[in-house]
């Protein structure tokens, strides 16, 4: 990518910062984004509603020829050295040998945070899965509870360094029943939720689940549906609107964006994403969303 497109890059960011009342000083999240230059791939703008919020996270897929992104980080002094077992995780899946590419999640204040680890055409089980080293127990300690809800196909998970938690994430092309959904929180101790949320979750194309190493529950189950701006407008404060409507994108055809809904022991919260760049992994995920 030039130095012109990346120029681009940066000032679309900054017109979304804005956009949130996020502060965004170039100095803080810069280093992290030239540490993985170029922006040839996947670019997803994301924020989250209410008290949760107060950042705008970037997604970006990493480059080829970064072939261990968390290693990278560390070299750099992005990420803090641990003896974790969620330092281990992605070496470990790594060397299974399915992975496809790498994601990095940065928040504009917050840094950097998160690694992807994206296997779309290599779907994992539930028990393959539980079998690498350093995938914290609560996964084996649910395989009964995704079996229960037809659950094994894993198509991404997410390492989040800062927090020592990981996502997994389940595709669900048919989208999901709100019984099941329904089933799920009750299961898992979450908050009854709105019949309204339960319908839109119809149109769910991945749901994903929060694991920590630090006890074997479930700790956030969250439901991605392309965007619901109706449902979604009537829950989030303005400035996530004028996000939602407002943010840059490269494509052509319309904005594209997903809601996501999640709950958690604490209540039920959005999180929103809108697409700025697409990988070719992305824009297979478009094309099926999109029909």
């Known amino acids: 990518m030039s130095v012109a497109e990346t120029e681009d890059v940066y000032a679309a960011i900054e017109k979304t910062a804005g956009l949130l009342n996020v502060p965004c000083a170039r100095e803080k999240f810069g280093p992290v984004l030239d540490a993985f230059e170029p922006f040839e791939g996947g670019v997803i703008f994301s924020a989250t509603a209410g008290a949760r919020g107060g950042d705008l996270d970037l997604t970006i897929q990493v480059p080829r020829a970064i072939p ?14 641990t003896d974790h077992p969620v330092g281990s995780l992605l070496s470990d899946l790594d060397g299974r040998g399915f ?4 994601l990095i999640d940065v928040g504009v204040v917050g840094g950097l945070n998160k690694v992807y680890v994206h296997f779309p055409h ?42 020592e938690t990981t996502n997994l994430y389940f595709p669900t092309p048919g989208g999901m029943e709100p019984e099941t959904v329904a089933s799920m929180l009750r299961e898992t101790g979450l908050p009854e939720p709105e019949e309204e949320l339960l319908e839109s979750v119809r149109k ?13 529950r479930i700790d956030r189950v969250s439901f991605a549906r392309p965007l619901d701006m109706p449902l979604v407008k ?20 319309e904005r594209f964006s997903i809601s996501i809904v999640k709950w958690s022991p604490e209540g039920q919260w959005f999180n929103a994403g809108s697409y700025y760049q697409f990988g070719p992994l992305q824009r297979e995920v478009f094309k099926r969303i999109r029909g």
């Open 68 to 81: 261990d992104p968390y290693a990278h980080a560390l070299e750099r002094g992005l990420l803090p050295r």
């Open 99 to 102: 992975v496809e590419e790498y």
């Open 122 to 163: 290599a779907v994992q089980g539930v028990a393959a899965l539980s079998s690498v080293p350093s995938m914290p127990p609560a996964l084996a300690a649910n395989a009964d509870f995704f079996a229960r809800h037809d659950l094994d196909g894993v198509a991404m998970i997410a390492i989040d360094y800062r927090n």
């Open 204 to 216: 769910t194309f991945r749901v994903y689940f929060t694991l920590g190493w630090n006890s074997s």
């Open 234 to 253: 009537a829950r989030v404060e303005p400035e996530m609107v004028r996000f939602l409507t407002g943010s840059p994108y490269t494509y052509d055809g």
